[in-house]
T-cell receptor, first 117, second 119 residues
Framework: EPEVTQTPSHQVTQMGQEVILRCVPI?????FYWYRQILGQKVEFLVS????????KSEIFDDRFSVERPDGSNFTLKIRSTKLEDSAMYFC???????????????FGAGTRLSVL | AQKITQTQPGMFVQEKEAVTLDCTYD???????LFWYKQPSSGEMIFLIY??????QNATEGRYSLNFQKARKSANLVISASQLGDSAMYFC????????????????FGQGTTLQVKP
């Protein structure tokens, strides 16, 4: 069964460093998302990406954050100048965008736990 | 603004019994979708069930069913015949479908309910 793949599963970085979180969405999906979950809290939307551009972003997604789909398969989230408060689980998700009922369903990866020290 | 409320921080259920996890929502959009996801202790988010606002029947997926009461704006998840593997955090989420600039289907999540199944 196709799945969303995220690497690494755990990333540790020093405050002020840059990190890149990687995702391989399901191959025929058209819409891509990043969410984050601070430990013990609810899942929060960061950004959506469609047709090779950002289509919506939240207040959390400030100018330190960027996303890219460099090669048609990978979907990356880059965080520059990391802060302690960036520590969270980051989830990538994708959805088909076409094809009946399933077009609305977002499938999530297993997440990358980011620890900023 | 859209909002999801899950009022049960934690629930216990005896193995093989049914359990209902509550979810209420608020939206001004007549067209929306409601989702439930399961998050086991390993952390991944697993899609369970989906209900569209115009669907006439309540959604079912195996042991999961969604008790959709549109007038009350509630979308409770019912798990029948609970199993030990059902112990996890459960999130209710919503997506509005209206066509707005930049609206490409983000999900808004509730706070989650931790379910523990007792043997």
């Amino acid at each position: 069964e196709p799945e969303v793949t995220q690497t690494p599963s755990h990333q540790v970085t020093q405050m002020g460093q840059e990190v890149i979180l990687r995702c391989v969405p399901i191959s025929n999906h058209l819409y891509f998302y990043w969410y984050r979950q601070i430990l013990g809290q609810k899942v929060e939307f960061l950004v959506s990406f469609y047709n090779n551009e950002i289509s919506e972003k939240s207040e959390i997604f400030d100018d330190r954050f960027s996303v890219e789909r460099p090669d048609g398969s990978n979907f990356t989230l880059k965080i520059r100048s990391t802060k302690l408060e960036d520590s969270a689980m980051y989830f990538c998700a994708s959805r088909p965008g076409a094809g009946g009922l399933a077009k609305n369903i977002q499938y999530f990866g297993a997440g990358t736990r980011l620890s900023v020290l | 603004a859209q909002k999801i409320t899950q009022t049960q921080p934690g629930m216990f259920v005896q193995e093989k019994e049914a359990v209902t996890l509550d979810c209420t929502y608020d939206t001004s959009d007549p067209s929306y979708g409601l989702f439930w996801y399961k998050q086991p202790s390993s952390g991944e988010m697993i899609f369970l069930i989906y209900q569209g606002s115009y669907d006439q029947q309540n959604a079912t997926e195996g042991r999961y069913s969604l008790n959709f009461q549109k007038a009350r704006k509630s979308a409770n998840l019912v798990i029948s015949a609970s199993q030990l593997g059902d112990s996890a955090m459960y999130f209710c989420a919503m997506r509005e479908f209206r066509i707005l600039s930049g609206n490409t289907g983000k999900l808004i999540f509730g706070q989650g309910t931790t379910l523990q199944v007792k043997p």
